[in-house]
């Protein structure tokens, strides 16, 4: 009859084990080891824990018994024959100190402590989880605000998004789906915490990868993009293999595919731009819709000039200077637009004069910073 309780004690703990791992999606060795500082900490809080010695705990994985055992610091004045070095408690003066019926006056102690710590360690696995699918696009729920920030559901898990990775003018009401791009996984006060975007220039990348076959195999590239989040956002793609069309295929049948991307990014202009290595015809080709540029290269300074015809002036610019601004970004050159006689228009005056206070403003900040 004793054989008969023993085994479906050990049957009971040993299927409960089982069950939280396989439903939390924990390793047995995580849980058991929950439950043993669980343990430590009710004995601790009822009876205290003397100076000078070393206390474990071991579960049976089996039945669910637990001993709490103690070991005394070995002194430095002696040493202990078979002792390893660096060693500090001797494990042969080991000494049970069990209380009798402590698992029934601790019970409850452990309990709230165990789900603390099973709850800790499922946090901890789902953002191990998502760990590999930083870089990645994600479907979620908009959940709560948090101040500025913004959770959201995911699935198994829990995600943030801060402020700078939000898009101004996007509605997030509570219970909204989106498409979300997961950027990162932050050590913060609140622990290991998912970051999410809908602003990034990879989020764009990720959408045309999900969109188009042929970027998502590699036949066709994206080098860069240049996003202004909610305004307007320039690609620049290549071929990688002959007789594919890049621009083409991202741009896809009656556009299909690029309506699709930019539905998702509710409405934000997209330009698809072929990439080149002569650095003239890219930015020619950054700066459309404006044609019949004349274009001077200073490849030292990764500077160019621009003369630009007056009637395309209002295009190369764009709508305070949108335009100009990203072709700057895609490319990596500082561009000035120059009218037709080669001097500065009163808009690009402006434009220019507005970005050196910009530059100013973060060199000054920077500064700052640095003394600090």
């Known amino acids: 009859m004793a054989k008969s309780n023993i085994f479906t004690a050990r049957t009971e703990f040993a299927s409960a084990l089982a ?9 047995t060795k995580v849980v058991l080891a929950t439950i043993e500082s669980a343990i430590l900490a009710a004995y601790r809080k009822d009876y205290g824990l003397d100076e000078g010695f070393l206390y474990d705990v071991k579960v049976d994985p089996n039945d669910g018994s637990a001993k709490i055992y103690k070991y005394p610091r070995i002194s430095e004045a002696k040493t202990i024959e078979g002792a390893q070095p660096g060693v500090d408690y001797d494990e042969k003066k080991q000494e049970e100190v069990t209380p009798p019926g402590f698992g029934r006056i601790a019970s409850q102690t452990a309990k709230q402590v165990i789900l603390q710590k099973i709850r800790e360690a ?33 699935g198994r898990g829990q995600a943030v998004m ?10 997030y009401s509570l219970n909204k789906r989106f498409t979300f791009y997961i950027k990162d996984i932050r050590e913060t006060t609140k622990g290991k915490q998912i970051i999410v975007s809908r602003s990034s220039g990879d989020f764009i990348k990720e959408l045309f990868k999900r969109e188009v076959p042929e970027v998502s195999s590699g036949a066709v590239a994206i080098k860069n993009v240049a ?9 620049a793609v290549m071929s990688t293999q002959s007789g594919v069309d890049p ?112 530059e100013d403003g973060k060199v000054e900040e920077n500064k700052e910073v640095s003394e600090e």
């Open 162 to 171: 801060p402020p700078e990775e939000q898009v101004y003018g996007e509605n």
């Open 247 to 358: 621009v083409g295929s991202c741009v896809g049948q009656k556009g299909v595919r690029v309506q699709t991307v930019i539905d998702e990014i509710n409405g934000e202009k997209v330009d698809i731009i072929q990439y080149s290595d002569d650095p003239v015809k890219f930015l020619k080709a950054s700066l459309s819709p404006a044609e019949n540029l004349e274009i001077q290269i200073n490849e030292k300074d990764k500077a160019a000039v621009v003369i630009v015809p007056e009637d395309q002036l209002s295009l190369a610019i764009g709508r305070e200077g949108q335009n100009v601004r990203l072709a700057a970004k895609l490319t990596g050159y500082k561009i000035d637009i120059k009218g037709p006689g080669g001097s500065l228009t009163e808009s690009e005056k402006k434009r220019l004069e507005k970005q050196k206070k910009e």
């Open 227 to 235: 996003r202004e989040a909610g305004g307007r956002t320039k690609i």
């Open 19 to 27: 069950q939280i791992c396989s439903e939390r999606g924990l390793e």
């Open 122 to 154: 499922e946090k901890e696995a789902i953002v191990s989880e998502y760990q590999d699918r930083v870089g990645s696009l994600v479907s979620g729920m908009i959940l709560r605000r948090d101040g500025k920030f913004i959770i959201v559901d995911i």
